[in-house]
């Protein structure tokens, strides 16, 4: 049994996939606690929150009851359990795909040919959804696991699975055939907790908190010095969040830009950055964003 003391409650994945970056954003909002895979909930010591170490799998159904008021879970099963939970943020990690996938000699090349076949999944669910939305009657053979050697045991024609790069099924002798679903980790509610005024607060602060990382990741703090007249070529080549902040230095005819630059494209506007005059540049990482 959870105390219900008021607290707010945060279900993560115990041991998987998503625990260590659901840790990592939950400590990139400066929440302080210790977390043990084998406890049920640590307190943190710095906020109104505890949190529960679950299987993902649980997780929907624990937040649509109440027992956690919120929940880090990939959307892939939110979708599968069906439950009546609020998604409120993508979180940007645990990103994969629910695929449609055939042994390598099959004769199976479209969606089409899947009619009347035999599909392996443990997403028996979104599999039959997204099937009677194609129009197509398979039989859906439900697994609990190890769903890619159902072919080899030729207990289905097709399996329907997720993946996040195409490695593991090529290895397990299989072409991917089409894709059901994109999932990544999600932030998720139970409506009923923005009832509570005060359970509402605290969720209001922590979805600032979380923005705020969530804004900053991917991202650096850009600082550089440059003679005035190179500024017009300057801004041409930042692609800054915002216009750049421009600071006066005590020698004369200079002056220091500081901008926020997205890390996908850093090394690039650096190299032109330099070549149009900017010296002195340093980068430092961001911990927040706060709008
Ligand atoms: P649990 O013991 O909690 O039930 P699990 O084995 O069901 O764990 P994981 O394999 O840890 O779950 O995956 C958790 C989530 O990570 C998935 O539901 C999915 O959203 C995401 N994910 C990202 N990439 C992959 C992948 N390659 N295979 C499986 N899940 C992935
Ligand atoms: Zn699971």
């Avoid at 840790?23 to 043990?36: A, D, I, P, T």
């Amino acid at each position: 049994m959870v105390a219900s003391n008021g607290r707010l409650k945060i279900a993560l994945q115990k041991n998987g996939r998503l625990t260590d970056d659901s840790l990592g954003l939950l400590r990139s909002c400066g929440l302080e606690f210790e977390f043990q895979k084998q406890s049920l909930y640590s307190p943190c010591r710095n906020f109104e929150l505890d949190v529960l170490a679950l299987r993902d799998d649980d997780i929907p159904e624990y937040v649509q009851d109440g027992v956690a008021e919120l929940g880090i879970v990939g959307e892939n099963v939110v979708l599968e359990r069906g439950a009546r939970v609020k998604q409120l943020q993508r979180l940007g990690y645990g990103a994969c795909r629910l695929m449609l996938s055939v042994p390598l000699r099959s004769s199976i090349r479209s969606l089409r040919n899947l009619r009347g076949k035999r599909v392996a999944t443990t997403y028996p669910n979104t599999l039959n959804k997204f099937l009677r939305s194609k129009k197509l009657r398979c039989e859906i053979v439900e697994l609990s696991g190890a769903v890619e050697l159902a072919p080899t045991l030729d207990v289905a024609d097709a399996i329907c699975d997720i993946v996040s790069t195409g490695t593991t099924a090529r290895v397990n002798g299989l072409r991917p055939l089409l894709s059901v679903m994109e999932s990544e980790a999600v932030l998720i509610a139970n409506p009923k907790a923005f009832a509570d005024k005060s359970k509402k607060s605290l969720i209001d602060r922590l979805l600032i908190r979380f923005s705020g990382s969530l804004q900053a990741r991917g991202k650096r703090y850009i600082m550089l010095n440059a003679p005035v007249n190179a500024i017009p070529r300057l801004k041409q080549i930042i692609p800054a969040l915002k216009s750049p902040t421009i600071v006066p230095l005590a020698e004369e005819g200079m002056v220091a830009l500081h901008l926020v630059i997205a890390e996908n494209v850093f090394w690039d506007v650096m190299e032109r950055l330099k070549s149009a005059g900017a010296s002195d540049i340093i980068v430092v990482p961001i911990e927040t964003i706060i709008q």
